[in-house]
């Protein structure tokens, strides 16, 4: 295992839960979003995340004025956030259903997928099962979500991966592999021999595992978080840098407020094209 993807690991791990801790003493919006700032860039966006989880539980208007004042800058972790909250309460079960395309839509069932497979492991990935209550609707974001865990399940190693992933079903993988791409994005480490491993392995789900790179890479960019990381997976397993990455995205969307990030969530899913 690639020392700096285990570093990475752990340090994100801690700061998730050291924030927990820190809302427990329920602070005002004020003094929360300052304690968010002292985080390094790096994985600050994890620190907002964490926040998001604990006011969702609290109301949907705690939540929604901690989103309008500064979460929209970190959008997808955020929207993971709220999907941890739905996992834990049971909410998520009454969204309604439909043929949602949306990104924030597939973040959020992301956090879902995310939190069973960290706290239900063992019918999540070990017997491959979703949630009895889950609407087929919400699969997609669901599997991502998952995808994300198997890449922390598997400690970074390759070779971990393909055994926890490899026996779902094949429907499947294109979720799964899109979500181990944002996770290989946002924690991958700099290991030059460790990166290009997955490609043989991703397979014909190789565009998928790059969308989640690119996913990556526009959420450190909104965030103001860029790190050698995600330029060392962008080279090593998109073959391109990461401006090149991120001029794909239309200029016009191509700014840091919440109406620009609200419009490119719903623009994002384009990507699953461009790596075709």
């Keep these: 295992m690639s020392r700096s993807v285990a570093a990475n690991m752990a340090y994100v791990q801690q700061l998730f839960q050291q924030t927990q801790q820190f809302m427990a003493t329920q602070p005002a919006l004020e003094e929360l979003l300052a304690h968010l ?16 989880v604990s006011l969702a539980r609290l109301g949907m208007s705690q939540w929604e004025n901690f989103f309008i004042s500064e979460g929209y800058k970190h959008l997808f972790h955020v929207d993971i956030g709220l999907g941890w909250a739905y996992a834990q309460t049971g909410a998520f079960f009454r969204i309604p259903s439909g043929p949602y395309r949306s990104l ?30 889950l609407d087929p609707h919400h699969h997609t974001g669901f599997d991502q979500g998952v995808g994300r865990r198997l890449w922390y399940t598997a400690q970074g190693e390759p070779e971990r991966l393909r055994q926890l992933l490899f026996p779902f079903s094949t429907s499947r993988h294109p979720d799964l592999w899109r979500g181990v791409g944002i996770a290989c994005g946002y924690v991958g480490g700099t290991d030059e021999e460790l990166l290009p491993k997955l490609l043989p392995l991703a397979g014909s789900h190789l565009p ?31 073959k391109m840098t990461f401006r090149e990455i991120c001029q794909l995205v239309p200029s016009k969307l191509n700014a840091a407020s919440a109406d620009a990030l609200l419009e490119l969530s719903d623009w994002i899913p384009q990507f699953d094209t461009f790596f075709a």
Excluded: N, W
């Design 104 to 133: 924030r839509h597939r973040m959020l069932c992301d956090g879902m997928g995310y939190y069973f497979a960290l706290y239900r492991g063992r019918k999540t990935i070990k017997s491959q099962q979703y949630p009895t209550e």
């Design 208 to 238: 998928q595992l790059k969308t989640g790179i690119a996913l990556a890479c526009l959420s450190r960019y909104f965030s103001d978080s860029v790190s050698q990381e995600i330029r060392s997976v962008c080279e090593s397993i998109c």
């Design 37 to 52: 700032e002292t985080e390094p860039a790096q994985f600050r966006s994890i620190a907002f995340e964490s926040a998001s």
